[in-house]
C-alpha cells in the first residue's frame, strides 16, 4: 500500500511540473500572439495535451488527498460511521466499475490511434496522438489502485 501511495505521490510532482510548464507555455503563446501576431499549432496542441495530463494523472492524487467531490452539503453533517459507509459504497458501486469501464472501452480507442498512428489533422501538429490517449487508460488505473487503497484502510479501520 506504501508503494501505491509514493507512486502516485511522485506523479502529483510530474503533474505539478506540468501545471508549470503549461502556465508558461500559455503565456508564451499569448504573449507571441497577441504583441507578434504569430502562433504555432503546435504549441497549441502541446497546451492540451499537458492539461490532459494534468487531468487525467491528477484524478488518483485528489482522492489520495481526499479532496473529491462528494456531496458535501449532506455528507459533512452525517457521522464518521455513515461518511466511512458512503465511502466504501461509492467505491465499490460506482468508482471502481466507472473505472473498469473507462479502461475496457479506452483500450480499443488507444490502440486504433496507436495502429493508425494518429496525428494532428493540422498542418504543424503534433504526432504521436496515441500517447497523450493511453493517459486515459494510465490515469484510472491509478484511480483503481488509490481506491484499493482507500477501501483497504476503510476495511482496516471497521476491525
Do not use: C
Amino acid at each position: 500500500m506504501k508503494t501505491i501511495d509514493q507512486l502516485i505521490k511522485n506523479i502529483s510532482y510530474i503533474t505539478a511540473f506540468a501545471l508549470f510548464l503549461l502556465t508558461m507555455l500559455i503565456a508564451y503563446d499569448a504573449l507571441m500572439r497577441y504583441f507578434f501576431s504569430t502562433g504555432s499549432i503546435a504549441l497549441q496542441e502541446l497546451e492540451w495535451h499537458l492539461f490532459d495530463m494534468l487531468i487525467l494523472l491528477s484524478i488518483a492524487y485528489t482522492f489520495k488527498m481526499k479532496e473529491h467531490v462528494k456531496i458535501d452539503i449532506f455528507y459533512e453533517n452525517f457521522s464518521q460511521k455513515w461518511q466511512e459507509r458512503i465511502d466504501l459504497l461509492s467505491i465499490i458501486f460506482l468508482i471502481l466499475p466507472f473505472s473498469f469501464v473507462i479502461i475496457y472501452f479506452g483500450y480499443d480507442f488507444v490502440m486504433l490511434s496507436f495502429t493508425q498512428n494518429e496525428a494532428s489533422s493540422d498542418p504543424g501538429g503534433l504526432s504521436y496522438r496515441f500517447i497523450v490517449k493511453s493517459l486515459m487508460i494510465l490515469g484510472f488505473v491509478l484511480v483503481i489502485l488509490q481506491n484499493i487503497v482507500d477501501l483497504a484502510e476503510l476495511i482496516k479501520e471497521k476491525k
